[in-house]
């Protein structure tokens, strides 16, 4: 089946750093992505959608300059966590579909980030 | 746009017993209605889905009922195992417009041996 891979797996980094995270579609081409954050014990929540080629679409209360997202290629978005404070310690999750529909929707496996 | 409501958030049965999930959702245009198994700090496994055109899906033990009119949808487990003891989430998109699913808040299932 299709394969979305994200990385990295975790990551831990200090107060006003920026990170990086990476999903990549490993045998299809995604024109579309979605970035989902999930704090413990709750349910997913969108934060953007990323469009290939586009500017993403935040979701209301998602701030876009501090979550950047890159959509430069049909198989790669990234989200980067700018100025990273303790209370973005989350799980983010990237997903993607095969086709236009939007169903069929493949998830990476998530990243945790920790920001001490 | 679109609000998934879920029930119960937390759900114990026996082994062997079965357990329902139940979902509702607001967006008339939402016609995939996917059901995810979550182990904690991993991706949500997709467990069964359903669309709009179809109502009722089962897959050996597990199986999805939809009702468009009253916008509901419930997971039905039968013969549960204490492997199925995870959180569940109900989700739901569209086709056209918002395609991100929505999820619901989920549903924390606990078998008990």
């Known amino acids: 089946g299709a394969v979305v891979s994200q990385h990295p797996s975790w990551v831990i980094c200090k107060s006003g750093t920026s990170v990086k995270i990476e999903c990549r579609s490993l045998?299809?081409?995604?024109?579309?992505m979605f970035w989902y954050r999930q704090f413990p014990k709750q349910s997913l929540m969108l934060m953007a959608t990323?469009?290939?080629?586009?500017?993403?679409?935040?979701e209301q209360g998602v701030e876009k300059d501090k979550f950047l997202i890159n959509h430069a290629s049909l198989t790669l978005s990234t989200l980067t966590v700018t100025s990273a404070h303790p209370e973005d310690s989350s799980f983010y999750i990237c997903?993607?579909?095969?086709?236009?529909?939007?169903?069929?929707?493949?998830f990476g496996e998530g990243s945790w980030l920790t920001v001490v | 746009g679109e609000n998934v409501e879920q029930h119960p958030s937390t759900l114990s049965v026996q082994e062997g017993d079965s357990a329902v999930i139940k979902c509702t959702y607001s967006?008339?245009?939402?016609?995939?209605f996917p059901w995810y198994k979550q182990e904690l700090g991993k991706r949500p496994q997709l467990i069964i889905d359903?669309?709009?055109?179809?109502g009722e899906k089962k897959d050996q033990r597990i199986a999805v009922t939809l009702n468009k009119t009253a916008k509901h949808f419930s997971l039905h487990i039968t013969e549960t195992q204490p492997e199925d003891s995870a959180v569940y989430f109900c989700?739901?998109?569209?086709?056209?417009?918002?395609?991100?699913?929505?999820f619901g808040s989920g549903t924390r299932l606990q078998v008990q041996p």
């Open positions: 997903s993607a579909s095969r086709d236009n529909s939007g169903n069929t929707i493949y």
């Open positions: 045998d299809f081409q995604a024109t579309t």
């Open positions: 990323s469009n290939e080629g586009s500017k993403a679409t935040y």
């Open positions: 967006d008339s245009a939402s016609n995939y």
């Open positions: 359903i669309r709009s055109n179809v």
């Open positions: 989700a739901a998109s569209s086709k056209t417009g918002r395609r991100a699913l929505t």
